[in-house]
């Protein structure tokens, strides 16, 4: 049932019409007109977002439930589809295959441009939900050792993605039980460790390798990590600190401000439960002496 105000829905029911056309075209919930497919999607994306940033009438439209239906319809299409061809990537015959990696990436760039438009709808938590929830398969399938040499333009972009779910969760634009903090975590924590250093070292010894996590996508992922260990209950907290001490790349992400707040509140806890039960034993002698 549609959201939009009574005294403005004959006023705004073209916007939305054309605004719902250009987003199912552009999220490719309508059949590509072949061979125009791809020119049509990305053309009905400038579209979108001219209207999101230029028409006042999509201000409102954007927020009826219609149009949030069909982002996430898209959105978990897009998602489906990723995780789909991702996974039938290690029955392929060539590996080498640019095509092949190119496909990937455009599924992913698709999801990118998704991930710029929920916030505006307050549905990023939908992005975070399937990313968690595919996280398992796609990290399976990229750290095949088949993709140990292969696909560093993929895994890169995963990387990207990923950091849109820390962000997202660790600086509380979306609010999730400690569960599903914990598993996004430790899905992505120890790729991002090990993805880190070999890619520093690829970069060093082939002067030509173009594929690496430049140092504001460094700073924006250890920021957010840190953040979500520090909202983790403390065994949870406990654990990704202590893998994190036993890892061989300890440098990347630095988790020694989460390790050390984590050592501060236990060390005051154990002291506020020291204080109490010496309280409680001072309270009970008191009551038997006074009997």
């Known amino acids: 049932m549609s959201t939009l105000p009574s005294v403005k829905f004959a006023d705004l029911s073209p916007t939305k019409d054309v605004f719902v056309s250009a987003l199912r075209f552009a999220l490719s919930i309508n059949s590509p007109c072949v061979p125009f497919g791809d020119e049509l999607q990305r053309s009905a994306q400038e579209q979108v977002d001219y209207m999101v940033r230029a028409d006042a009438g999509t201000s409102l439209v954007i927020t009826d439930d219609e149009v949030k239906s069909v982002l996430r319809m898209g959105l978990s299409r897009t998602c489906a589809s990723f995780q789909t061809d991702l996974s039938s990537l290690l029955l392929e015959s060539d590996f080498t295959s640019q095509v092949i990696e190119d496909k990937l990436l ?7 441009w998704i991930c710029s438009l929920l916030p505006k709808m307050n549905l990023m938590k939908d992005f975070v939900s399937n990313w968690i929830e595919i996280s398992g398969n796609v990290l399976k399938v990229i750290e095949d050792e088949k993709l140990n040499s292969l696909m560093w333009g993929l895994k890169v972009k995963l990387i ?44 060093v010894a082939e002067t030509d390798f173009r594929y690496k996590m430049d140092d504001e996508l460094c700073l924006n992922i250890e920021g957010a990590i840190v953040s979500m260990v520090l909202t983790l209950p403390s065994n949870d907290q406990a654990g990704i600190l202590v893998d994190w001490m036993k890892a061989e790349e300890m440098q990347y992400p630095d988790l020694t401000d989460a390790f050390e707040l984590w050592c501060y509140r236990t060390k005051s806890a154990k002291r506020r439960l020291v204080e109490g039960i010496d309280g409680a034993c001072s309270d009970n002698d008191d009551a038997a002496i006074s009997f």
């Open 106 to 112: 455009r599924t992913l760039s698709d999801l990118e």
């Open 160 to 203: 990207e993605m990923t950091n849109k779910a820390l962000e997202a969760v660790g600086y509380g634009a979306v609010i999730l039980p400690a569960p599903y903090r914990l598993s996004l975590l430790q899905f992505w924590l120890p790729y991002i460790r090990k993805m880190k250093p070999l890619l520093d070292s690829k970069c």
